[in-house]
Every structure is written in C-alpha cells, then in structure tokens.
C-alpha cells in the first residue's frame, strides 16, 4: 500500500520537463556506464521507482525461486519474461538477460504512464524473434528517404556513443533487438575494413541492451572489393570470398546478426545477372553464415518496367521458390505490393510460402506521407495489414500469423521497419513522428495490440497522463493516417506522387522515355470512361494471387471494399456505388473529407495547449499548418486534374479549388528541401 501511496504522489508532481524532444518517450536517464552489463542497466532503470524491494534476475538466480514457483520460471522462453509484485516486492525474472531488462522497462513504462504497480502479476514473449530497424543510411553520411537530418551512423568519423546508447535504450525499452545500419541500396565498401572497424565500435555500444548489428550487402562485393571477375553465387571462387568476409566480421563481432540484401531490384545487381534465382544467391549467404547462427534477410521488393502490372511481379518471382530456401533465410516482404503506399492491400506473399520464413516491412519513415512535416500516426496502418485475414489456411490466417510463426512454425520469424531516425534534436523531424517508432516496436513485441491503447500509451509517456490531454490527442492521432489517405488517395488510388520526391501531388505525371512504373499515369488509369487499376481477371488478374474468398470479394466491384476499390477496379465516373453516389462524387468527397480531417486535427491540438510545453506546441502547429495547405493542394491537384476526364462538376459540399490546375502543373519542389 505505501508502495502505491508513494507512486502516486510522485506522479501527481511529475514536471513538465523543458522538451527539446530529445527524450523521447523515455524517462530521463541515469548515468549508464560504457561497460555497464545488461543487468546493471535494468537495475538502473528501476531505480527511477520508489520501491520498497525489488529481486530482478534470470532462471539462474536462487533468489528468485523464493518467490516464483520453479515451474514458472523454468518454462520462460529466452526473450520471455515475468513481472511479478509479490508482497511488497517487485520481482522481475527473464529467460536472459535482455528479457529482464524487457521486463523492466514494461515495469517503468507503466510507472511512467501513471498505472498502479501494486497487484502486477503478468508474463510476456515477443511475437517475433527478430525485431529489427532498418537504416537507410549511406555511407556519406545522408539517409535515403530520411527526413530528420543526416545519418546517426555514418555522418563524419565520430562515433558518438552518447547518442548510440541513448538510441539503444529508447529500442531496448519497446523490445527492438536489431538495426541494419546500412541502406538496402548497399555500397560494397562497408565490408572494408574501415568500415567493419567501426561496425565493431557500434556493437559494442548497443549490445548490452540486448541489440544486434546486421549490414546491408552489395550483391557484386566479391567484384568491386575482392577484385574477382564475377560474384555469380555458384562460383565457388565467390563462395570462398563470401566465407572469408563473414568469418572477418565474426571475428570483430561475434554476435553479427546477418545481412539484408536488396538484389535484382531497382537497377541493383543480383544471381538474375547470371542466370541464378533468388533462392541461389540467398543460399550462398546463408551458407556462409549459419556456422556463426546468422541469418540473411533477402527482399522480395522487385519488379520490371516488362511486367504488366508491378502489383504482381514479387509473387510471380518468389512463390515458385517456396521450399527452396535455407532455414536461415527469411524473405522480407513489403506490407502491401508496390511501396508503402497509404493505402494498400496486404501484400499477396504473405501466407503464399509456407515452407518459407517470410518477415513483413514496414515503412516508419513517411516517403510516402509527407514526410516529417505531416502528422501521421502509422500504428493503425502497420495493424490493418497484421490484422488482414489471408485465408490461406482458411478464416483467422491473418498477416500475423502466417509470419510470426503461429500458424506455419517457421524456424525463424522477425518483422524490420524502415527508421525515421536522424541526428535531429528530436530524433525524428516531426514530434509525432517519434510515436510511429515506438509504434512499430510496441507491434513487433505483441502484434495484436491495438493502434489506440499504443497511441494512449505513448501520449502518457510523450506529453501528459491527464485525461484531457490524452483523450483530445488520441482522437487526434487515431483520425491521421485515415485523413492521409483521403486529401492524398482515397478510395484505393495509389502512387500519384510527383517523380523523385514523392512528397507532393502530380496525377498528370508522365515522362516520355520514362518506366512507365515510376509515373502516376500508369497506376490511375484516367480516362474519359472512369478511373482505377483494373485488376480483375479481365484486366492484370492481380486478384488471382489472393486466396477465397478475397478473389472473388476483391474482383466484384459492388462488394470490393470502397477503400480499395479503384486499387482493383477501373469504375466508370457515373457508376452508382452501394452508397447511392456517383463514383465521381464519391471520390470528390472523399478528397474534401480529407481537408475537414486536418482541420479537425489542428483544432484538437489546438484544444490540448495548456498541457504541452511550448517548444512542441509550436513545432506541431506549425507543421499543422502546412499539413492543411498540402492537403488543399492535393485535393485541388487531383480533382482539378480528374476532372478533366469526368467533365463534371464538384458534387455539394466540396468548396471550390483555391488554385488552378495549370499554376499546380508548374509546381516543382526544391529537392533540398524535400529530399
Ligand atoms: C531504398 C522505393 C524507394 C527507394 C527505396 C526502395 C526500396 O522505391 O523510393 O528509395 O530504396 O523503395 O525499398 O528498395
């Protein structure tokens, strides 16, 4: 009782701390030795609380058996752990010591967020094994698609160990064991020896909380670093450099966690240049690198400017190659077909290789969302594709669980987000952006949380426990990816982003010469007739890689869901949808909506400003702002520019575009600015 009496006296006088947005969600930290070990960390955690007693440990410790019965604490699984208050004491076991320092963060997160510790009885294990961030980051120190400053990594030659730590405890704290320090679109020199150096140096500052390094590789290393003449992945000449490599790196780290490889993919080279198949050049890695336990992660992101429709290209490559990799391969697949869209379909691989290790990606950076200027929460994005139901093994297969190992038992299941980290005061650009990281950790440790306790979570931890806050900035939060889509692309439109920066609206985009895979043109499909990617059996017959009953709900364009309908249908502008309005109006109003959304946004930050300090008030508003003008900007481009095939008129309720069609035509961003 005077345990909990105490807590919530401190919590009730908790200061508002002066936020550069630094801290992140966490508590301010306590002085954390370089060589601290991963148990003198956790007990510095929770030295924040005001316990009476506290017993944190693994299954080794006699001290535990006190309180746990032997049964319990046998049983845990590695990364599990076990929170328990027992009496007066609080007792933490884990299956390792990274599960107890899980365990302990659970403990101060809920301590943070002002919950009662005092009847705590709970036990918890990842979904999957693996959960992993992965750095855009190159070499020269910029960061492919970032949006918060340069790379924390390689920017110059300091290490900043500082920084690191702080970083490693913020992934620690939500259960993230892995980063891939590199960008996917990989430079063969971070195998070099300079570089591996100081891939060491980075190791050893994350690995007491419990993380791992991994590095994107370059598949033609063995040619511009080893000097041979090929890197086909069945010579045996390029066998041997790939075996000489990773022993190198196992000798500086002997924790290496494995490669990404981003291969046949957007002009990068792969084992297609020499008549190999992704499962041959996968293999080889893997080979090379399960003596060390180490695991290649190989993406299924590909397709050709040849195939008809791109939606279809990554399952055509890999299905057939089911069964035909190394157990230690996992196939990294994007959430939805083409890329990281606003909205998509899951992704038809998921739950198509069964025999196979397949891992989702997801995207936490905002390429596609406006980068670190739009408020965008992408927990409810990142749950509706766990949540979608592939039916591959009849009602319930969700995304989920067909990768995290519950329905196919797969040897290895893992989940990787692309980062949104930069060296940014705030970590993230955007102060919100900082939730779509805690976000995609809290998913890769239990993915069936739902996006509204994790938003209630972070807000607690991020700005105030008050009720008038939370609630107000959870509907806030919880309204923005759904606004997203609809000022950008309701109703299943996709891709409709300028050439290059992908931040701005350019429906009317098309380049002679050009891929045509790259223009928005050849995802909308506008004409006079109507509007939307037909991909029905009369059209790409995208809708074949989907299991009963989705094919046939997705190929029925009265009963395929609205918010996809025009991913897989072209619909004549006057077709009367189920809602009794002309697809033109629907489509108009569904733009319109999108621009109220923001409004509403805005005024509910508005209505939290007395419980936010004023740096972050400040920076949100003002993005805010440009938030709602890009959204008049995206619907006025995208109506206008329809318009032009409709020939109708905007139906009530939608005010009238504020610029012209031809002025948004001449609109080209400064890429500096926009990267
Ligand atoms: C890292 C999209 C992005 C590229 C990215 C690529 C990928 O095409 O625009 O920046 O490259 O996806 O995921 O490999």
Redesign the pocket.
């Known amino acids: 009782m005077r345990v909990v009496l105490l807590f919530l006296f401190l919590t009730l006088f908790v200061p508002l701390y002066a936020e550069d947005g630094s801290r992140l969600w966490l508590s301010p930290a306590g002085e954390i030795a370089l060589n601290a070990s991963t148990l003198e960390i956790a007990r510095s955690e929770l030295a924040i609380i005001p316990l009476e007693n506290s017993v944190i440990g693994t299954v080794g410790d006699e001290r535990l058996y006190q309180y746990i019965p032997t049964n319990e604490l046998q049983t845990l699984a590695e990364e599990e752990f076990l929170v328990r208050m027992v009496g007066t004491t609080l007792v933490v076991a884990g299956g390792s010591d990274r599960a107890v320092l899980y365990g302990v963060y659970r403990v101060v997160r809920d301590y943070a967020a002002g919950k009662m510790l005092g009847r705590y009885n709970l036990r918890e294990k990842p979904s999957y094994a693996l959960r992993l961030l992965n750095h855009?980051d190159n070499l020269d120190g910029s960061v492919?698609?970032g949006y918060a400053g340069r790379s924390i990594w390689w920017e110059g030659d300091t290490l900043r160990t500082a920084l690191y730590q702080a970083y490693a405890r913020a992934n620690a704290s939500v259960g993230i064991n892995g980063v891939v320090l590199n960008?996917?679109?990989a430079s063969p020199q971070v195998l070099d020896s300079l570089h591996l150096d100081k891939v060491r140096r980075i190791a050893d500052v994350l690995r007491p909380y419990g993380m791992r390094v991994y590095l994107s590789i370059h598949f033609s290393s063995p040619m511009i670093l080893g000097g041979l003449s090929t890197a086909d992945p069945l010579d045996s000449c390029v066998c041997r450099w790939w075996k000489e490599k990773v022993a190198e790196i196992y000798q500086l780290i002997p924790d290496f966690g494995g490669f990404l490889v981003?291969a046949n993919?957007?002009g990068v080279p792969g084992p297609q240049d020499y008549g190999r198949t992704h499962a041959d050049g996968a293999n080889m890695l893997a080979d090379a690198l399960s003596p060390y336990g180490g695991v290649v992660m190989w993406?299924a992101?590909v397709y050709s400017p040849s195939e008809v429709d791109r939606a279809k290209q990554a399952y055509a490559e890999f299905v057939p190659l089911d069964g035909m990799f190394r157990r230690n391969v996992i196939v990294q697949v994007?959430n939805g077909p083409i890329?990281?869209q606003p909205r998509e379909p899951f992704n038809p691989l998921f739950g198509a290789m069964r025999h196979t290790a397949v891992m989702p990606e997801f995207q936490i950076t905002q390429?596609y969302l406006g980068f670190s200027n739009h408020l965008v929460f992408l927990a409810p994005l990142f749950e509706e594709c766990l949540r979608s139901d592939t039916y591959v093994a009849g009602s319930g297969s969700t995304v989920a669980r067909v990768t995290d190992g519950t329905l196919f038992g797969q040897d290895y299941t893992a989940i990787a987000g692309?980062a949104n980290v930069g060296l940014d005061t705030n970590w993230c650009g955007h102060p919100f952006a900082q939730a779509n990281w805690y976000a995609f950790g809290r998913l890769a440790w239990c993915d069936t949380l739902s996006s509204a306790q994790i938003a209630d979570e972070w807000i607690r931890l991020t700005f105030s426990s008050d009720d008038r806050c939370v609630k107000p900035l959870s509907q806030l939060m919880m309204l923005s990816r759904e606004a997203v889509v609809h000022y950008m692309m309701p109703m299943g439109l996709h891709h409709l982003f300028a050439f290059g920066h992908?931040y701005g609206p350019e429906p009317w985009g098309y380049i002679e010469g050009m891929r045509p895979d790259w223009m928005p043109v050849y995802y909308h499909r506008a004409d006079s007739v109507g509007v939307g990617f037909d991909r029905t059996a009369s059209g790409s017959n995208a809708v074949s890689q989907y299991a009963e009953p989705l094919r046939s709900l997705y190929s029925d364009i009265n009963r395929c869901p609205i918010t996809l309908l025009l991913w897989f249908h072209h619909v004549p502008w006057r077709y009367r949808l189920v809602t009794g309005r002309m697809l033109w109006e629907e489509l108009c109003l569904f733009y319109q909506q999108g621009v109220d959304e923001v409004r509403e946004m805005i005024e509910l930050w508005q209505s939290v400003a007395p419980y936010i300090d004023s740096e972050r008030f400040g920076q949100v508003e003002e993005r805010l702002r440009i938030q709602l003008h890009d959204a008049v900007w995206w619907k006025d481009a995208c109506l206008l520019y329809f318009q032009t095939f409709s020939q109708m008129p905007f139906p009530e309720g939608v005010e009238p575009s504020i610029y012209a069609l031809e002025e948004l035509k001449k609109i080209k961003l400064d890429m500096k600015q926009h990267n």
């Open positions: 855009w492919e698609r960008n996917v679109n981003k993919s957007e993406r992101f994007k890329d990281f390429e692309v992908h």
